[in-house]
């Protein structure tokens, strides 16, 4: 009997004990749900991701600066805001991180809305920077924030101020050997002083020393003659710190026309560059007797001149004097410069000025006289 009463009482204590447990298992909170990785990581609770993506220069024509092979480090600044719309203001210090070397690895961050600012590193120094949009970041998510930097703008002293490089190559088609091959190296405004390189060389392609110039907006001018004949243009070059504007010229013997070839430059300032009321090739007769059907007399416009900002344009062609100024240029065959019957390429000088500093960017086509 003892026994039996002995074996009830270890079977009740055994129920009390689970019920007790029972008890405290439903009292306890819900467990907290959280996300795990593939790869075992653990966002912590509230916590999000970022990653980087710094795209290169976008856009065409004007020579600019290319982006290094590699940029050695990054400097970013992160600032939270209480919302991503554009009345959000910001909140909280801003966080700093310096020596980034790679923008993928990610960087987490309390749940909200971020701007970053990347500031880019070339062996020599500081040499882009740039903002990005507000981006939300989500609990356990990652955001990819693609940040677009650009060139230190131009500046007298400090950050903008120290010297950048010109690299040019010139290439000469169907063995054409000149007499003279020259470039003549303007500055638009407080840049280093007008620079003249005399080249005489039968070989092709022609890979000049780089120069070595100060932040500003740069005339290059080449002219090339073979007797009595001359092939010039006329290109503008934009100089920054730390980078290197690079640009290949092409000279054939297509009515002995200088031309340059497509420039593989990036940057992303779409509306600056000038935009011409007409593409391709401008056909004018010279004598329109001969040939009334085609008009001796054409004029081209910036169509974009109020929308980019310009303060001043200028046109060149043959020299580093202006043929025309203002938004339009009318072009009459026969008058100078365009007396021959050859191909002419015209070069369009749009001046954007911000801060007191220009910077200038152009535009180039060609006017054929005579069929």
Not at 27 to 54: F, H, K, L
Not at 89 to 118: F, H
């Amino acid at each position: 009997m003892k026994a039996k009463n002995g074996k009830c009482g270890v079977f009740a204590a055994l129920t009390a004990a689970l019920l007790v447990t029972a008890a405290l298992i439903t009292s306890c909170p819900e467990p907290e749900e959280r996300i795990v990785y593939r790869d075992g990581y653990q966002y912590p609770a509230g916590y999000g991701s970022i990653t980087i993506n710094a795209p290169e220069f976008n856009g065409k024509r004007t020579v600019l600066p290319t982006e290094p092979n590699a940029w050695v480090e990054y400097d970013l600044v992160i600032q939270k805001y209480t919302s991503t719309e554009s009345s959000g203001t910001t909140t909280g210090d801003p966080i700093e991180i310096t020596g980034v070397t790679d923008l993928t690895t990610p960087i987490y961050l309390a749940q909200g809305a971020y701007t970053v600012k990347v500031t880019a590193y070339t062996d020599e120094g500081k040499a882009a920077i740039g903002t990005s949009d507000r981006y939300p970041v989500m609990p356990g998510q990652a955001t990819h924030i693609t940040v677009v930097i650009k060139p230190l703008p131009f500046a007298a002293t400090g950050d903008g101020s120290e010297d950048g490089t010109f690299e040019y190559t010139i290439t000469i088609l169907k063995d054409i050997i000149f007499d003279t091959l020259d470039i003549t190296i303007q500055p638009q405004g407080s840049g280093t002083g007008v620079q003249t390189i005399n080249l005489i060389t039968p070989t092709s392609p022609v890979v000049g020393t780089p120069v070595t110039l100060k932040p500003d907006s740069y005339l290059v001018f080449l002219a090339a003659t073979i007797g009595s004949n001359t092939a010039t243009f006329v290109e503008v070059v934009n100089i920054h710190q730390y980078l290197t504007s690079s640009a290949t010229f092409t000279f054939d013997d297509n009515q002995f026309l200088a031309s340059i070839a497509p420039i593989d430059v990036d940057y992303r300032d779409p509306d600056i560059k000038p935009v011409l009321s007409t593409t391709g090739p401008i056909t004018l007769a010279l004598d329109l007797a001969h040939d009334p059907s085609v008009p001796g007399t054409e004029t081209i416009t910036i169509t974009n001149a109020t929308a980019a900002g310009y303060t001043s344009m200028e046109w060149y062609s043959g020299s580093l004097t202006p043929i025309g100024t203002g938004a339009s240029l009318t072009i009459t065959a026969g008058t100078t410069p365009f007396t021959l019957q050859r191909a002419y390429p015209v070069t369009v000088v749009g001046v954007v000025e911000t801060d007191g500093i220009s910077r200038s960017y152009s535009e180039t086509f060609t006017v054929v006289i005579g069929n």
